[in-house]
Each structure stands twice: as C-alpha cells, then as structure tokens.
C-alpha cells in the first residue's frame, strides 16, 4: 500500500476530498501511465453511504471509494487545489453523493477550488434554489442526473426519490444559471427503447439544457455497443434540431445519410461541459470507447461506421 492510500482512512472528510484515479495520475498524486489523460479534473465529496439508493451507482451500495467503473482515492483538499493551480486542466467538476449536509460541504470546496480560477461544474444531487443562487458566482454549470429516460424506469433505478424531481431540478438550473449552462446526464441501457431515450433526450435540449451520454455497465452486463453508437447519433440529430421521429427514422433506415449529416469527429467524442472528457469513465482501457476522450482515429470512425451501418456488437 502506498502512503497516500494509507493515509486515506485517517484523513478528516471535512478537509478532504476524493479524486478520480486519473485525475489523481494527471496531478502527480498518484502514480501510473495512461493512454488517455483527463482534460477535466474529477473530484467528489467523501461521504460513507450515498442515499439516492440508485441501482446502477456503487456509491449506494456503501461503497464511497467508487463511482462508476473508476475507483477515487482520498487527498487532503489544499493539497489537490495547489495541484490544480499549476496543472493545465481546463476545468474542475465536483460530484457529491445524496449525504447529510452535502449542500454545505459543497459550497465549501467550491468555494476553495474557486481559487484555482478554474471553471466548476458541480454534478450532485438535486440543490434548493437558495444554494443554486448563492453558487452562482462560484460555479459555471449544473449537471443534473436525469439518467433515466422515462419515469417509471427513474422509480425503479433512482427509488427514493420522485421521479419528477430532477426534470423540476433541470428547469430551476436553467432558469438561474441560463440556457447550455446545464447538462443533462443520460444513462443509456437501462432498459429503455430507443424512441425514449430520443424523447427525453429532446426534453432536455428543449428545456435549454446539453445532453451528455453514459454507456451502462454493471459486472454482469454492458450496453450493446451498436446501441449505443444508435443513441450518440440520435443525440446528434436532435441537436441539429430535428424532430425525434425524424432523427429515429434517419438513424434506424439511412444511417448513411445521417452520418452525413454530423460532425462525425465531434458527436462521438464525450458530450457535455466545455472540456470534460471522462476517459474511461465506462470503457475499460483497451476497448473501443463509448465516449471517445479526443477526436477518433481515421480507422476508429470507420469502426463507427461499420456498427452503424452493417451493424454487428462488440
Ligand atoms: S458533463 Fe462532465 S464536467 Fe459536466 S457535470 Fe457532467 S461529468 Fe461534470
């Protein structure tokens, strides 16, 4: 075990905070090599067990050191934000788990990763708007875990809460912090149809928000491939402003012309807040990127191509 990790369990989690494995690379704070670096820096509230209860998330299961398929070790917070000082990352998201007092925590490492001159996105559970007012001159943008695309698949992923919550938490975000300054986040493949995942796509552009796609993963499942592609180009189209049975029909029938249509090298890569990248946030290192963390490769478009196009998984 090396020192930092030891020191994890004896730092206080009022001065600490976690950070993303390759975060934690990219800052020097952890060693290790990687194909991809992040071009965000991932951090998150520490907290025992998250509340949100959400079936696809290991924060729920009491499991704090992880989130997704990335594991995020625990540093003091002054030594992370005078790491970020000097690092080139263009950005800072904060995520929180659902734990008491988690507004407070927030608005205090918002407060201090302030200093970096950083940009902040915060990705947490839903806030009161007196906390997004007084954010407001700290934070640059809202990510809201819509992650469900219909209400009963939210009740029974997302349990305890109503469902309604994060689509009121969307809108409040747009109202206070304005239109493309809130992301929505999507889970794709938890069970959903492609035409509602296309109409909650919609509601979220509609809504004045950006749509960033995650590819669902548990030990025992991922989400087809070809699936996915089918929903990134989906997004795409309906970015372009086409109509949800217009952008079903081109990506189902002429995904040719669809492909056409779209910045190919841009809507594959990861979608969301100016500068955020998530590598490997669901692909594991060696496989073919759900969210590619830079532009894709010549023969990784064609791959795109192909799966779109003749179809075939992973
Ligand atoms: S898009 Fe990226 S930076 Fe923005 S809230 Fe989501 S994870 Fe954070």
Known sequence: MDSKQ?????????????????????????????????TTAYVMIPGKKCRGGCTFCPQARG????????SWPLFELEEVKDKLEVSDLS??????????????????AASKLNDTEKPI??????????????LEGTVDRIGVGIDAATDSLRKKKKSNYEPIVFWNYLGKAVDIYGE????????????????????AVKRALYAGA?????????????????????????????????GVEEALDMTLKEPEKALDEIDVEKVF??????????????????????????????????????????????
């Open 63 to 70: 499991d704090p050191k992880w989130l997704s398929r990335v």
């Open 180 to 199: 493309d300054k809130v992301t929505a986040h999507m889970i794709v493949g938890l069970g959903e149809s492609l035409d509602e995942l296309a109409a």
């Open 269 to 314: 890569q990861t979608r969301g807040c100016p500068g955020c990248n998530r590598p490997y946030y669901t692909t594991s290192p060696g496989k073919e990127h759900r969210n590619f963390p830079r532009k894709p490769t010549r023969k990784e478009i064609e791959e795109i191509r192909k799966k779109l196009i003749l179809g075939g998984g992973d």
């Open 121 to 134: 996105s915060l990705s947490t559970p839903p806030l009161d708007e007196k906390t997004l007012k007084e």
């Open 210 to 242: 950006r749509v960033s796609l995650f590819s669902y993963r548990s030990e025992e499942k991922k989400t087809d491939i070809r699936y996915y592609r089918r929903a990134q180009l989906i997004t795409a189209l309906l970015d372009l402003d086409k």
């Open 91 to 108: 950005r800072i998201c904060i995520q929180s788990p659902d734990i008491p007092e988690y507004e407070s925590r927030l608005k205090s």
């Open 6 to 38: 030891g020191m994890g369990s004896i730092l206080s989690n009022e001065t600490s905070i976690r950070v993303s494995y390759g975060t934690a690379m990219k800052l020097g704070l952890k060693e290790g090599d990687t194909d991809e670096e992040p």
